[in-house]
Each structure stands twice: as C-alpha cells, then as structure tokens.
C-alpha cells in the first residue's frame, strides 16, 4: 500500500507539535497559542500542502455531506406576486 505522506510532510508535522509543546506555535490570524495537539497536525499539513509536499487532500473538499450537496443544489421557489386588489370605490 502506498504512503499517504512523505517523510517531508512527516517531518513537518513533527515540527509543528514540538513548538506546540514549547508553547511557541501561534496560530494564523489571531496569533493565539495554539494548545490543540490536532490543530497543530492541521497547521502542519497546511503548510506542507502550501509547499508542494505529497499530502492527500483536505476532506472537506473530497467529501460533502449528503445533506450539505442538497442544500446546496436545491432551488428556491419564486414567490408568485398576487394581482394587486382594486380598491373599494365610493358611492
């Protein structure tokens, strides 16, 4: 059976978890520490993924929920506008 991940992805991972463990690991836009031992392996692939490693890629763009690809696909009933109403003339 073929690897998933080359040994650069393998090694980059471990990198991401020895800061994480340090307390060095920030994550992106907010800059807090990153405490999670599953974020950091996230942070890890990304980066190998950012640098052309051999990693598969994410779930989330192979496989969507069923319930997800209907929302996605369904199409909205227009709403019919109802014959604007005469109003009631004087007598």
């Known amino acids: 059976m073929a690897t998933k991940y080359s040994k650069a992805t393998q090694e980059k991972v471990h990198e991401e978890m020895h800061e994480m463990k340090e307390g060095k690991l920030k994550s992106g836009r ?9 974020q950091a392996i996230a942070i890890g692939l990304s980066e ?11 779930k989330a763009a192979t496989e969507k929920s069923p319930a997800v690809k209907k929302a996605t696909t369904k199409k909205t009933a227009s709403k019919k506008s109802a014959a604007p109403k005469k109003a009631a003339s004087k007598k």
């Open 48 to 58: 190998a993924r950012k640098e052309g490693k051999k990693v598969p890629p994410k």
């Open 30 to 38: 907010s800059g807090k520490n990153v405490t999670d031992p599953k």
